[in-house]
């Protein structure tokens, strides 16, 4: 059974600093891994999504890598600002179902 | 842009009612999801559809069912509600397919008192 974690559960950090998010999992038999995004009481909110050909993905101040063969997954936010202040999941995908970490809870101080 | 909307933000309803949630997303996809989302446990697929009237169970369907009797809508039914159905519900869509992202709606939060 696909297990995915997320370490740490929460992370502060000031202003302007480059900060990494790590995700693991336990199958490496995935389609694609999926980086969210989730503010407080609302939905989700589709970051980036790396198909399991692929290494890295990007989107503006965002840069996810996959290594499918050690199961693990960073994404890496550039220049932090208070607004990247959220909760962040990683999910990865196999036969046709999303499997979700816990989350790291971001906290960017001004 | 992708639209998914969800008929309540917030809802409380009495142990045994019949509830009914619903989702609709605007952008033609096949597959739609619903997802709990717990303290502690995260987020657990319920149930999931491919396509009009077709569904399959998730992870933890005990206590649910749903319907999918358009493309654009999907329901998910609450038989007779229980406290543990207490929860936040996320409904998600999209393209059928591995390589496509799931798109989420804003979420119903369910107190069942």
């Known amino acids: 059974k696909q297990e995915v974690t997320q370490i740490p559960a929460a992370l502060s950090v000031p202003e302007g600093e480059n900060l990494v998010l790590n995700c693991s999992f336990t199958?490496?038999?995935?389609?694609?891994l999926q980086w969210f995004r989730q503010d407080p009481g609302k939905g989700l909110t589709s970051l980036l999504l790396?198909?399991?050909?692929?290494r890295e993905q990007t989107s503006g101040r965002l840069n996810a890598s996959l290594d499918k063969s050690s199961g693990r997954s960073t994404l890496y936010i550039a220049a932090s600002q208070p607004g990247d202040s959220a909760t962040y999941l990683c999910?990865?995908?196999?036969?046709?179902?999303?499997?979700f970490g816990q989350g790291t809870r971001l906290t960017i101080n001004p | 842009d992708v639209k998914v909307t969800q008929s309540s933000r917030y809802l409380v309803k009495r142990t045994g009612e019949k509830v009914f949630l619903e989702c609709v997303q605007d952008?033609?996809?096949?597959?739609m999801f619903w997802y709990r989302q717990d303290p502690g446990l995260g987020l657990r697929l319920i149930y999931f559809?491919?396509?009009?009237?077709?569904?399959e169970k998730g992870d933890i369907p005990e206590g649910y069912s749903v319907s999918r009797e358009k493309k654009e809508r999907f329901s998910l039914i609450l038989e007779s509600a229980s406290t543990n159905q207490t929860s936040m519900y996320l409904c998600?869509?999209?393209?059928?397919?591995?390589?496509?992202?799931?798109?989420f709606g804003p979420g119903t939060r369910l107190t069942v008192t």
């Open positions: 559809s491919y396509d009009v009237k077709m569904k």
């Open positions: 952008m033609d996809h096949e597959n």
């Open positions: 998600a869509s999209r393209l059928a397919g591995e390589p496509y992202e799931q798109y």
């Open positions: 999910a990865v995908e196999g036969a046709q179902k999303l499997v």
């Open positions: 199958d490496s038999a995935i389609y694609n």
């Open positions: 790396i198909q399991s050909s692929q």
